[in-house]
């Protein structure tokens, strides 16, 4: 096998998770499912292969520990300061393979890198269970549940299937009462570091291979319903109907309209239309529909306006209106020394001068999102092709890979220098990470 501390590993780990589909046809990978089981099992083994000590949490999410000194030891044991690496595992249907994965497999392969390096903190590495939230519509479920932000109302919410959370925790092998247990401590932690694929055209815009991380947009997530009448189409003139799915289109044009005014992005992703046959009037028309904007005050702004125009159309044209919130996330503020630090690495990476360092915002969400609860963040961006991502196409170069590998390991490093207390013998061990550039604020592809 190809050395674990290189890019070729890296890239090759990436095309081996594809292999761990539902679909024989695309790339999909959803929480609690046979196919999460598996990507677990072959995650772990190359923890274990990068000197890691292994362990599947309370919510499935897997992780891998060594100890300050190097050891392999097991996750989340206490009594030493904690920097946690990781990204998720979980997929988007017909996925690319490096949302996610990437971050993960980096983080193995940094781990590997540094096996025998003491640092002044132990390095534990994450795959989170669930951060898409393409199962059960609440996105971040594993690092929720990591970050101690579990919510008992989430258990009854169910799948395509009509399997609930709850019912699929045991299926899996979990126990619904121990969630509680995946909660890491606070005061245990160093910090978490993601590296992740863009989902935007910046970096290659640019020419640059890295940047980091400055703001992750926080987003809010709605089912919008619309309830008309279904009636026969040939019998049913159009001053008599009250058609969900054209009062429906209305709507979403005019989400986009007033995203595009205020600035934010607004997606619909999904629409349902009841009873779904070619001879019968739309009765019912629900609609998914996700909000991000650079600040939550202006995303907040642009939610009451859309519900204005909700109710506004639905009473020109006879419908009824109703929404449901079924997700919200504040925006998160990397730390300013974990900034410094990943800012650091990549200038030692790319031999960029601190002031060519690129500051990125983030519109897409990631588990940094909920880690904040517990402990600082901080993230790498690695260009991707076209700024694809959520597709097949999804592509990164392995050359870029090779340069996020050195930089995530020199971001470790910067951070060990800060955290190891000034002593006489190691006066190299105390230079300053490379101050971060004035952040660029930009939109890229949406998670």
């Known amino acids: 096998m190809t050395d674990i501390g290189t890019a070729a590993w890296v890239m090759a780990r990436c095309a081996d998770l594809t292999r761990h589909s539902s679909r024989p046809d695309a790339l999909e990978r959803v929480y609690l499912s046979p196919e999460h089981s598996a990507a677990n099992t072959a995650v772990r083994a190359w923890m274990l292969d990068a000197g890691l000590d292994t362990e599947t949490d309370a919510a499935g999410n897997i992780w891998g520990r060594r100890s300050a000194d190097g050891a392999p030891q097991r996750p989340a044991t206490p009594g030493e300061p904690t920097l946690v690496l990781g990204s998720h595992l979980d997929t988007v249907p017909d996925a690319g393979r490096y949302d996610g994965m990437l971050g993960v497999v980096l983080a193995i392969a940094v781990a590997h890198r540094l096996r025998e ?66 909660a890491r401590d606070p005061a245990d932690l160093v910090g978490y570091l993601e590296a992740h694929i863009e989902q935007g055209p910046v970096l290659e815009a640019r020419n640059l291979p890295l940047g980091y991380v400055t ?31 054209v009062a429906a289109s209305h709507l979403v044009t005019r989400i986009e309209e007033l995203a595009i005014a205020a600035d934010c992005l607004a997606t ?124 097949p196409d999804e592509h990164v170069e392995p050359e870029d890979v090779g340069v996020a590998l050195d930089a995530f390991t020199a971001a470790v490093l910067a951070l060990a220098r800060e955290h190891r207390p000034a002593g006489p013998a190691e006066p190299s061990a105390l230079v300053e990470p490379a101050a971060p550039v004035e952040p660029v604020e930009t939109l890229g592809e949406v998670r």
């Not at 534990?124 to 109302?153: H, I, N, Y």
């Not at 609609?287 to 109710?311: K, P, S, Y």
Request: aromatic share 6%; glycine share 14%.
């Open 117 to 182: 390096v003491a640092l002044p903190f132990a390095l534990e590495v994450v795959g989170f269970s669930d951060e898409e939230g393409t199962r059960f519509g609440k996105a971040l479920l594993g690092s929720c549940a990591a970050s101690g932000q579990w919510d008992p109302a989430w258990w009854d919410q169910a799948d395509a299937d009509g399997v609930t959370l709850r019912e699929a925790f045991a299926r899996f092998g979990l126990a619904p009462d121990r969630v509680g247990d995946a």
């Open 215 to 245: 703001t992750i947009a926080g987003a809010r997530r709605f089912v919008l319903t619309v309830t008309g009448e279904a009636r026969h189409a040939g019998g049913t003139p159009f001053a008599r109907r009250r058609d969900a799915l």
């Open 268 to 391: 619909v992703g999904d629409i349902h239309v009841q009873p779904g046959a070619v001879n019968v009037i739309p009765g019912r028309a629900e609609l998914t529909l996700d909000l991000r904007g650079r600040t939550d005050a202006g995303r907040d702004a642009l939610w009451e306006q859309i519900a204005a125009a909700g109710r506004g159309i639905a009473a020109e044209r006879g419908v009824a209106f109703e929404f449901a919130e079924t997700h919200r996330a504040p925006s998160t503020a990397c730390a300013d020394r974990l900034k410094a630090a990943v800012a650091d690495g990549i200038g030692e990476a790319t031999g960029a001068a601190p002031g060519d360092v690129l500051g990125l915002w983030s519109p897409a969400g990631h588990d940094g999102m909920a880690m904040d609860a517990v402990t600082d963040v901080g993230m790498l961006f690695v260009r991707c092709r076209d700024g694809i991502s959520h597709h």
